[in-house]
């Protein structure tokens, strides 16, 4: 590395930050207003429109990345849905519900100027119910006044409140750092997997696809007691399914089946539903109506398991109801509209006929291998020497940038990091990451590459 101009302890930390595993996730709840989208803000630290489309305005992005301190981690925001609809208490303590499910540690944010009210204090049973860490933060201490105020919310039991101004940045550091003691490095559903459980499985797609009648479908009789599995503590929203001779578990399951009626916020409700399960699984099985044209909906439910970094597998569902003209659309639609997640391996199901379910497993066990798959350094850089002198990148400015060497920082998905002489274009990098799945497969899986360039 040295001689190709790179201090060796860039090129280590380089490879350290990209290949950093899941990151755990914080979860901000509270009530309405009392400044949950200002404080997301705050923490993510870009004035996005978290606060501005409201109220009404459905959302689909739920969660955001974040660092402080060195380190990243996810936020889930919930402050972007109506209230209005189920009543107040009932909303809040399902939003909350969700949230802190799908989450390593919580900051519940309560209006300092107003006091804890009961909603506050339902919250406040769900979170001692849940047992995840959780930092209190009194929010609108705008200034040193505000302070006795939060003192208040000693009497909420849940440790020293921590006064901010989610509006002005006041006190956030501090209640940052309390954060960043919360959470756990990794987040706890994930990976570490030391006993070696059963696999987990999002069965995500918009309302009506048929999650829930393929759920019934694969579960039919299989359904596995929990307690004849010895070690497996069973979340009760998930369930253990046996499918091929493999158990499995469909994270999240309850929100397939419970269905919710409402009308307004229900697809914000969706949204962040499916990003709780798709956080606590490691594939997501994404369920397209393939009766119905592809729409935006059916686009960012994939974009948030390819931007979770889960292993996925498409399942076009209702294929008995497809006549020859809609199959034909419908492979043209497939092209245009997914045609960046071509990689993800595809299966045409029925769940009322059962058609081709047997290909359900192949395929997630499939998207599993590729999202695991280590490339040895050594093989790595002997295929990017190859490439890169088959195919060299364009001039620009009198001067070929070019990839030096490079390396699999890390999997689940696969992570690699590619240092080079000079700025790498966007298109140079789809045709690597292009040629990267030519060469090793990957299928099923989304691929990061980042790109460092000497100094
Ligand atoms: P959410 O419904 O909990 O997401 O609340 P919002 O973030 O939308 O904030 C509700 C209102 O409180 C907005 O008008 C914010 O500007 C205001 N607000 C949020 N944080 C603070 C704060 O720290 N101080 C003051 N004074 N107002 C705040
Ligand atoms: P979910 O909202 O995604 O859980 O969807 P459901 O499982 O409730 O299914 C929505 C509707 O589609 C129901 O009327 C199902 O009977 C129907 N459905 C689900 N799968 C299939 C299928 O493979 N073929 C046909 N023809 N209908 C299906």
Sequence with gaps: AAEEGFDIEDVEGAIEAAGHGPLPVLAVVGRPNVGKSTLVNRIIGRREAVVEDKPGVTRDRV????????????????????QDVLGIDASVAAQAEYAIEAADAVVFVVDAKVGATDTDEAVVRLLRKAGKPVVLAANKVDGPSGEADAAYLWNLGLGEPHPVSALHGRGTGDMLDAVLEALPEAPAQTFGTAIGGPRRIALIGRPNVGKSSLLNKVAGEERVVVNEIAGTTRDPVDELIELGGTTWKFVDTAGIR??????????????????AAVEKAEVAVVLIDASENISVQDQRIITMAVEAGRAMVIAYNKWDTLDEERRYYLEREIETELGQVAWAPRVNVSA????HMEKLVPAIETALAGWETRVPTGRLNAFLGELVSAHPHPIR????????????AGTKPPRFVLFASGFIEAGYRRFIERRLR????F??????ISVRVRE
């Design 352 to 355: 009322r006929t059962g058609r």
């Design 397 to 408: 400015g009198g001067k070929q940038p070019r990839i030096l060497f490079g390396t699999q």
């Design 258 to 275: 419970k269905r919710v009626h409402l009308q307004q916020g229900a697809d914000y409700y969706a949204s962040l539903r499916t990003a």
């Design 63 to 82: 969660t955001y990345e974040a660092e402080w301190a060195g380190r990243r981690f996810k936020v889930v925001d919930t402050g972007g849905w109506e």
């Design 438 to 441: 030519e060469e090793f497969g």
């Design 443 to 448: 299928e099923g899986t989304p691929i990061h």
